[in-house]
């Protein structure tokens, strides 16, 4: 079994951080049931064409525990060679009762915060070199 662990592990090299990071961010708002209008700010840092990390700040810290973690594993897993729409499409099937909002930008129902994310990942991973006509 450690074997097979160890040949999972991705070597240091490839997953080190350079000194800076061309990245976007996406603004949303969201609804949850308690609060009203949340802004999140989704921050998606490129390395040589293709997601490398991801960063996430909201204006309710009641979700900062949740989304820190769910950021540190998708990067985690973007620097792992994952494809940016397999995180995305994860991301987008978690449908939550206090997240769950109609969109304030788009129309429609969004099923979670989580799902918000994922669709932020899927629209940059669409308009960067790595999804080729978003084919990923």
Known sequence: ATAEIESLVVSEEHTGRPESLPGK???RKIHTVENGQVNVYITICDRDGVPFEIFLNCSDARFSEFTAVMMILASRALRAGVAPRLIAEDLQSIHSPFT?????????????????????????????????????
């Open 25 to 27: 961010t996406y603004k």
């Open 100 to 136: 769950s909002h109609f969109r304030v930008e788009h129309t429609g129902q969004c099923p979670s915060l989580a799902a918000a994310i994922g669709e932020v990942i899927l629209q940059h991973a669409e308009h960067t070199s790595c999804v080729p006509g978003g084919a990923t």
